[in-house]
């Protein structure tokens, strides 16, 4: 202990040194300097705060997306070629369409065979003497898979799962296919063949549960014009829709001929290339991704192609949610359920139902026994939820039944992938009457039958996603808000306001990051919120939302949302609390560190990932800047009134302002820093540049001096509130005293 100090006084320095007192994120990848010579971006001017029409929204993306297919079609007729898209050439520049802006190869994974002949050897030889070693299977499943085992690891991570892409060639439909259609028969679940060297089954399940409605795939692919080779998709994100077109170029899994042979096969027909290309390079088993069963049929590839340009590459792709791609392809908000928790199943059964045709469902497995399968299904896998009927078998008896969809379109070589249980293919529960009745056939192709009961019995988590229309009016307002290390709910609250009783939709929502994936920082964000009433007594409250899977920022969940539905909402002015947890991760290379290091060895995808960092949090930055003007021009300072819309501080706890602009939180954090670092931070500005050894080196300093050694959680955040009042409004808002501040009870 120093002296004179007390132990408070220890303490308090302690936090002082842990804790940055300047809090602040990277919220532009590109300073505007780097923009001044180039036109406008689309949407640039989004103040994060908005309006509309749910069917109005989507209609404006569509016809911007028509109207690009239409503008590439001219142009294709014009110079008599084919579309070529340049933002997303997978002939030029292949390796970035497949791979993020971090990504590194993986370390050679060791083989089974060689792990157990090494163990056997080591027991042979009495190295562990009498001693039984109990053998941890996820831990050992890390290591084969040439991962870093650490205590900290989250097995539940779809995203950790080992990336190696490796496509051999890539050519147009017209070249693979013999007669490429892009929809035969329809879209239809049994369609979808996940392909053997991806990793996104999470958004197969999403294609599966919505391919079966005709009117929501529509709405997915807009427009197309097959011979130029263009097709346009939307998609949503957050909280708006976005238009992508891609061209229809695809990777295959084996090398062309000449590569193949080596160029040494004397073949002066050509027919041992015909053969080899009719083998090896044609129809849907040719490609390297995802592929439909038809072999002529091109609709799922093409989808899974605009999916992962709209995130970057393949890899953003890798590894997620089904109830999160449901989202992304309908523009629904999701809410998941984890099935041991359900308190009244006949409620859900009804759901289930889904006669409206309100929702649709996906499902998957994560059972943390360490199991590989349970009963037939793959464990730490995604499902889709196709239909549940409830019918009276020849006896009168009624039977729940559910029928489910495996994204792998058949069982795997263990035969693993359909369950095996009661009402499986081939079981005893079936008969003719009941094949009839469900219009039922047995087929190697992923889908089956199993009872209600069973469902929840091996399921783990059930995401349902309400889906909306014209009838319903979106309106969002964003932020950024500090994350303190000490959790607890934000005195900074959304205020809403609604003036028609009728069903609301509450979503709490931070940013997808999928679409920025290697700039995402070093800290990983749950959130929580409390819907209460306005005046209500303390502790009273109409739902109080927490992440569902999950409590620690450290696990991966559904953290991109979490929402709450209130039907028979009465008008009135009510208050959104926002909770937000966080999670460090140390071994994740701050924003500033990756773009000093990958400015040179990678421009072309740091522009690509930093553009749509940029366009991401210009949601909050230009809605929170808007706000800070406003309360300017009208004269708002510190203990403004709550009611007005200017109001939007971020106060530390002794009620001391730190929301600043950028510029004064810059010079803030250089002024805490030693005289040296001042100086070499100067240096390093003037040249625009920095060492990448250097920088590597500072990275891996733990050193007091590093700013970015001390917790700055910073998370940008937004409440989308979905009504069938068009007069609903949202705004943001601080509380007027510490009374109101209180008016919560966090452990209620």
């Known amino acids: 202990m120093a002296k004179g100090k007390t132990p408070q006084d220890v303490v308090s320095d302690f936090w002082k040194g842990f804790v940055t007192s300047s809090p602040g994120k990277v919220t532009t990848i590109f300073p505007d300097n780097l923009y001044k010579t180039l036109l406008p971006r689309p949407h640039a001017t989004d103040s994060g705060a908005s309006q509309t029409n749910f069917g109005a929204g989507y209609e404006a993306a569509a016809n911007e997306c028509r109207n690009k297919v239409a503008r590439i079609v001219r142009d ?389 996603t309400r889906l909306f229309d014209d009838a319903w009016t979106v309106t969002q307002e964003w932020t950024a808000v500090n994350v303190a290390w000490l959790t607890g709910y934000l005195q900074k609250k959304f205020i809403v306001e609604v003036k028609q009783t009728g069903t609301a939709v509450f979503v709490l929502q931070q940013l997808d990051t999928r679409y920025f994936r290697g700039l995402e920082g070093q800290y990983t964000f749950l959130l929580h919120f409390i819907l209460q009433k306005r005046g209500s007594p303390p502790g009273e409250y109409l739902c109080r939302v927490r992440p569902r899977g999950g409590s620690s920022a450290s696990r991966r969940t559904t953290s991109r949302s979490v929402s709450c539905e209130v039907e028979g909402l009465e008008p009135g002015v009510y208050e959104v609390l926002p909770k937000i947890t966080a999670h460090r991760h140390r071994d994740r290379p701050p924003v500033d560190r990756v773009v000093s290091l990958l400015a040179e060895r990678k421009p072309l995808k740091l522009r690509q990932v930093g553009l749509s960092f940029d366009l991401a949090h210009a949601k909050a930055l230009r809605a929170d800047l808007a706000r800070d003007e406003a309360a300017k021009k009208a004269g708002a300072g510190e203990g403004a009134v709550e009611g007005s819309d200017t109001v939007d501080s971020e106060t530390k706890g002794d009620g001391e302002d730190v929301r600043e602009d950028e510029d004064e939180e810059r010079e803030e954090e250089t002024e805490e820093e030693s005289g040296t670092e001042e100086e070499e931070d100067d240096e390093e500005e003037e040249d625009g540049e920095s060492d990448p050894k250097e920088a590597e080196e500072e990275e891996d300093s733990d050193g007091d001096d590093d700013p970015n050694s001390k917790w700055n959680a910073v998370c940008v955040i937004g409440l989308r509130v979905y009504s069938q009042d068009p007069g609903v409004s949202v705004r943001l808002a601080d509380p007027r005293d510490a009374e109101e501040a209180s008016s919560v009870n966090p452990t209620s």
Request: hydrophobic share 40%; charged share 25%.
């Open 76 to 464: 294709c007729m014009r110079a008599n070629t084919k579309f070529s898209d340049p933002d997303f050439d997978l002939r030029a520049h292949g390796w970035d369409c497949l791979v993020g802006l971090t990504w590194t190869p993986p370390t050679v994974r060791a083989h089974a065979g060689d792990v157990e002949e090494a163990l056997g050897t080591l027991q042979e030889n009495k190295v562990f003497g009498d001693v039984t070693l109990p053998i941890d299977v996820s831990t050992l499943r890390k290591v084969l898979a040439g991962k870093p085992v650490d205590d900290d690891d989250d097995d539940d991570d779809p995203t950790e799962e080992v990336f190696n892409p490796n496509p051999q060639a890539v050519h147009r439909v017209d070249w693979i296919y013999e007669d490429p259609q892009f929809e035969v028969d329809g879209f239809s679940s049994s369609d979808i063949l996940q392909g053997a060297n991806s990793a996104d089954c999470w958004w197969l399940s999403a294609v599966a549960t919505i391919c079966h409605r005709r009117e929501l795939m529509d709405k997915m692919c807009v427009a197309r014009n097959e011979a130029c080779g263009v097709y346009g998709f939307v998609f949503y994100r957050d909280g708006a829709w976005i238009s992508t077109v891609v061209d229809d170029n695809l990777f295959l899994a084996r090398p062309d001929f000449g590569a193949a042979v080596g160029g040494d096969l004397h073949d002066p027909t050509n027919s041992a290339m015909r053969k080899y290309r009719r083998t090896h390079q044609t129809g849907s088993e040719a490609l390297y991704f995802a592929a439909c069963r038809d072999a002529n049929e091109t609709w799922l590839p093409l989808l899974e192609k605009a999916y992962a340009k709209a995130h970057g590459d393949y890899h953003s792709i890798f590894g997620g949610w089904v109830g999160e791609g449901v989202e992304d392809l309908t523009g629904g908000v999701n809410s998941e359920m984890v099935l041991e928790d359900v308190l009244f199943k006949d409620a859900l059964w009804m759901e289930l139902l889904n006669e409206e045709k309100h929702f649709v469902f996906g499902l998957d497995i994560l059972d943390q026994s360490g199991v590989e399968s349970k009963n037939g299904l793959a464990n730490a896998h995604a499902y889709s939820l196709l239909e549940a009927r409830e019918e009276a078998g020849e006896d009168g008896k009624r039977v729940r039944l559910v029928k489910i969809r495996n994204p792998w379109g058949e069982r795997g070589a263990d035969g693993i992938g359909e369950w095996n249980g009661p009402w499986s293919d081939g079981s005893k529960e079936w008969s003719p009457y009941w094949l009839n009745k469900l219009n039922y056939r047995f087929e190697n192709d992923g889908v089956f039958w199993m009872t209600y009961a069973d469902m929840l019995g091996t399921f783990t988590n059930l995401y349902r």
